[in-house]
Protein backbone atom coordinates (compact mmCIF):
# COMPACT_ATOMS: atom_id res chain seq x y z
CA UNK A 1 0.00 0.00 0.00
CA UNK A 2 2.24 2.63 -0.72
CA UNK A 3 1.64 6.44 -2.39
CA UNK A 4 -0.71 4.56 -4.73
CA UNK A 5 -3.00 3.55 -2.27
CA UNK A 6 -3.22 6.60 -0.81
CA UNK A 7 -3.74 8.47 -3.59
CA UNK A 8 -6.01 6.13 -5.48
CA UNK A 9 -3.57 7.12 -8.72
CA UNK A 10 -1.68 4.73 -10.43
CA UNK A 11 1.27 6.81 -11.42
CA UNK A 12 1.20 5.44 -15.10
CA UNK A 13 -2.01 6.25 -16.05
CA UNK A 14 -1.66 9.51 -14.47
CA UNK A 15 1.38 9.56 -17.05
CA UNK A 16 -0.86 8.48 -20.06
CA UNK A 17 -4.18 10.82 -18.95
CA UNK A 18 -1.33 13.50 -19.42
CA UNK A 19 0.41 12.15 -22.23
CA UNK A 20 -3.22 11.77 -24.18
CA UNK A 21 -4.44 15.03 -22.50
CA UNK A 22 -0.86 16.66 -24.29
CA UNK A 23 -1.22 15.07 -27.59
CA UNK A 24 -5.18 16.01 -27.32
CA UNK A 25 -4.66 19.55 -27.01
CA UNK A 26 -1.99 19.27 -29.58
CA UNK A 27 -4.38 17.85 -32.38
CA UNK A 28 -7.28 20.15 -31.29
CA UNK A 29 -4.50 23.24 -31.59
CA UNK A 30 -4.04 22.06 -35.44
CA UNK A 31 -7.36 20.74 -36.53
CA UNK A 32 -9.72 22.94 -34.12
CA UNK A 33 -8.39 25.93 -32.96
CA UNK A 34 -6.46 26.88 -36.33
CA UNK A 35 -9.88 26.86 -38.44
CA UNK A 36 -11.55 28.29 -35.38
CA UNK A 37 -9.26 31.22 -35.05
CA UNK A 38 -9.46 31.39 -38.82
CA UNK A 39 -13.44 31.77 -39.08
CA UNK A 40 -13.45 34.06 -36.30
CA UNK A 41 -10.86 36.30 -38.44
CA UNK A 42 -13.12 35.72 -41.57
CA UNK A 43 -16.06 37.05 -39.35
CA UNK A 44 -13.89 39.63 -38.01
CA UNK A 45 -13.36 40.96 -41.28
CA UNK A 46 -16.85 40.70 -42.61
CA UNK A 47 -17.86 42.68 -39.85
CA UNK A 48 -15.04 45.72 -40.65
CA UNK A 49 -16.11 45.33 -44.38
CA UNK A 50 -19.86 45.77 -43.25
CA UNK A 51 -18.48 48.84 -41.29
CA UNK A 52 -16.40 50.17 -43.89
CA UNK A 53 -19.13 49.75 -46.87
CA UNK A 54 -21.79 51.23 -43.71
CA UNK A 55 -19.74 54.13 -43.89
CA UNK A 56 -19.61 55.11 -47.21
CA UNK A 57 -23.17 54.69 -47.49
CA UNK A 58 -23.53 57.20 -44.94
CA UNK A 59 -21.15 59.53 -46.62
CA UNK A 60 -22.56 58.92 -49.90
CA UNK A 61 -26.12 59.98 -48.51
CA UNK A 62 -24.60 63.16 -46.72
CA UNK A 63 -23.54 64.09 -50.22
CA UNK A 64 -27.19 63.13 -51.64
CA UNK A 65 -28.86 65.02 -48.33
CA UNK A 66 -26.68 68.14 -49.17
CA UNK A 67 -27.12 68.05 -53.17
CA UNK A 68 -31.09 67.69 -51.91
CA UNK A 69 -30.82 70.76 -50.06
CA UNK A 70 -29.10 72.53 -52.31
CA UNK A 71 -31.27 71.78 -55.35
CA UNK A 72 -34.07 72.36 -52.64
CA UNK A 73 -32.84 75.96 -52.18
CA UNK A 74 -32.48 76.85 -55.37
CA UNK A 75 -36.00 75.87 -56.14
CA UNK A 76 -36.98 78.23 -53.30
CA UNK A 77 -35.01 81.03 -54.49
CA UNK A 78 -36.62 80.14 -58.02
CA UNK A 79 -40.12 79.74 -56.82
CA UNK A 80 -39.88 83.46 -55.14
CA UNK A 81 -38.12 84.98 -58.16
CA UNK A 82 -41.28 83.73 -60.08
CA UNK A 83 -43.56 85.26 -57.60
CA UNK A 84 -42.02 87.85 -57.42
CA UNK A 85 -41.93 88.47 -61.24
CA UNK A 86 -45.89 87.57 -61.18
CA UNK A 87 -46.65 90.07 -58.74
CA UNK A 88 -44.88 92.36 -60.76
CA UNK A 89 -46.55 91.56 -64.01
CA UNK A 90 -49.90 91.77 -62.01
CA UNK A 91 -49.11 95.43 -60.69
CA UNK A 92 -48.08 96.31 -64.36
CA UNK A 93 -51.39 94.67 -65.81
CA UNK A 94 -53.33 96.84 -63.06
CA UNK A 95 -51.36 100.25 -64.06
CA UNK A 96 -51.68 99.37 -67.74
CA UNK A 97 -55.90 98.57 -67.10
CA UNK A 98 -56.53 101.53 -65.09
CA UNK A 99 -54.50 104.06 -67.58
CA UNK A 100 -56.76 102.73 -70.27
CA UNK A 101 -59.87 103.29 -67.54
CA UNK A 102 -58.64 106.80 -67.49
CA UNK A 103 -57.78 106.97 -71.49
CA UNK A 104 -61.30 106.10 -72.40
CA UNK A 105 -63.31 107.85 -69.25
CA UNK A 106 -61.15 111.03 -70.86
CA UNK A 107 -62.42 110.29 -74.54
CA UNK A 108 -66.19 109.45 -73.48
CA UNK A 109 -65.78 113.11 -71.23
CA UNK A 110 -64.22 114.95 -74.31
CA UNK A 111 -67.23 113.19 -76.25
CA UNK A 112 -69.94 114.32 -73.78
CA UNK A 113 -68.28 118.07 -73.69
CA UNK A 114 -68.39 118.33 -77.92
CA UNK A 115 -72.17 116.65 -77.97
CA UNK A 116 -73.30 118.87 -75.48
CA UNK A 117 -71.61 122.21 -77.01
CA UNK A 118 -72.50 120.91 -80.19
CA UNK A 119 -76.32 120.47 -78.54
CA UNK A 120 -76.16 124.18 -77.03
CA UNK A 121 -75.35 125.79 -79.94
CA UNK A 122 -77.80 123.76 -82.29
CA UNK A 123 -80.35 125.08 -79.10
CA UNK A 124 -78.88 128.57 -79.47
CA UNK A 125 -79.72 128.38 -83.54
CA UNK A 126 -82.94 127.34 -82.59
CA UNK A 127 -83.68 129.74 -80.36
CA UNK A 128 -82.61 132.32 -82.65
CA UNK A 129 -84.72 131.12 -85.48
CA UNK A 130 -87.75 130.76 -82.94
CA UNK A 131 -86.84 134.54 -81.73
CA UNK A 132 -86.42 135.60 -85.18
CA UNK A 133 -89.67 134.76 -85.97
CA UNK A 134 -91.38 136.16 -83.41
CA UNK A 135 -89.97 139.26 -83.92
CA UNK A 136 -90.61 139.47 -87.81
CA UNK A 137 -94.30 138.52 -86.41
CA UNK A 138 -94.01 141.05 -83.90
CA UNK A 139 -92.42 143.62 -86.49
CA UNK A 140 -94.89 143.08 -88.81
CA UNK A 141 -97.94 143.57 -86.24
CA UNK A 142 -96.20 146.62 -85.09
CA UNK A 143 -95.73 148.29 -88.38
CA UNK A 144 -98.89 146.77 -89.63
CA UNK A 145 -97.42 145.72 -92.76
CA UNK A 146 -95.33 143.48 -94.62
CA UNK A 147 -91.72 143.84 -95.49
CA UNK A 148 -89.96 142.78 -98.47
CA UNK A 149 -87.23 140.56 -98.42
CA UNK A 150 -84.47 142.45 -97.88
CA UNK A 151 -86.13 144.99 -95.00
CA UNK A 152 -87.02 141.33 -93.47
CA UNK A 153 -83.33 140.62 -93.88
CA UNK A 154 -81.65 143.64 -92.19
CA UNK A 155 -84.17 143.36 -89.39
CA UNK A 156 -83.19 140.06 -88.71
CA UNK A 157 -79.43 140.10 -88.75
CA UNK A 158 -79.68 143.39 -86.43
CA UNK A 159 -81.79 141.46 -84.25
CA UNK A 160 -79.81 137.84 -83.98
CA UNK A 161 -76.61 139.92 -83.97
CA UNK A 162 -77.95 141.77 -80.98
CA UNK A 163 -78.60 138.45 -79.79
CA UNK A 164 -75.25 137.09 -79.90
CA UNK A 165 -74.08 139.92 -78.11
CA UNK A 166 -75.63 138.87 -75.03
CA UNK A 167 -74.33 136.08 -72.83
Known amino acids: M ?3 EFLGVNPWTALFTLAN ?4 FLVLKK ?8 MIEDRQNEI ?8 DS ?5 VLQAQYEEKFSAATQEAERIVK ?3 HRGHDREAEIIRAANEEASAIREKASADIAQEKKKAVAEAKDEISNLAL ?8 KSLDS ?18
Open 2 to 4: GFE
Open 21 to 24: TVTL
Open 31 to 38: MLFKPVMQ
Open 48 to 55: DEMYRKAD
Open 58 to 62: KRQAE
Open 85 to 87: EAV
Open 137 to 144: EIAEKVIE
Open 150 to 167: GDQKRLVDGFISRLGDMP
